[in-house]
């Protein structure tokens, strides 16, 4: 088994920054592709962002393009979510995603290791 931590939610105002941590550990040569969902109060998981392991590249959901940057760090096994210019939108729970195959999925159930989420709240 992958275990998956999430970590650098807050509270923040609309316009700042933020940077998501996700650590992973156990069987992580079984993470093939990782993603970060986000989902807001009474909402559906969202795909936000995703990146390819072996070859690092990325995907954004529509609604992040432009401001959110995904990146990868191999040696420390950790996955990170640089978010600019906030909008108070982006205020949800944000979960990291692994999946055994290359191919990034942009649907929720196509992941089989997720964190227990981390809280993002932007205030206007």
């Known amino acids: 088994q992958a275990q998956l931590v999430e970590s650098g939610g807050g509270l923040v105002q609309a316009g700042d920054s933020l940077t998501l941590s996700c650590a992973a550990s156990?069987?992580?040569?079984?993470?093939?592709?990782m993603a970060w969902f986000r989902q807001g109060p009474g909402e559906e998981r969202e795909f936000v962002a995703g990146?390819?392991?072996?070859?690092?590249?990325?995907y954004y959901g529509e609604s992040v393009k432009g401001r959110f940057n995904i990146s990868r760090d191999n040696a420390k096994r950790a996955m990170y979510l640089q978010m600019n210019s906030l909008k108070p939108e982006d205020t949800a729970v944000y979960y990291c995603?692994?999946?055994?195959?290359?191919?990034?999925?942009?649907?929720?159930?196509?992941?089989?290791?997720w964190g227990q989420g981390t809280q993002v709240t932007v205030s206007s």
């Open positions: 995603a692994a999946r055994p195959t290359a191919a990034v999925e942009t649907s929720s159930d196509q992941y089989a290791y």
């Open positions: 156990g069987r992580t040569f079984v993470l093939l592709s």
């Open positions: 990146i390819n392991w072996i070859g690092g590249s990325t």
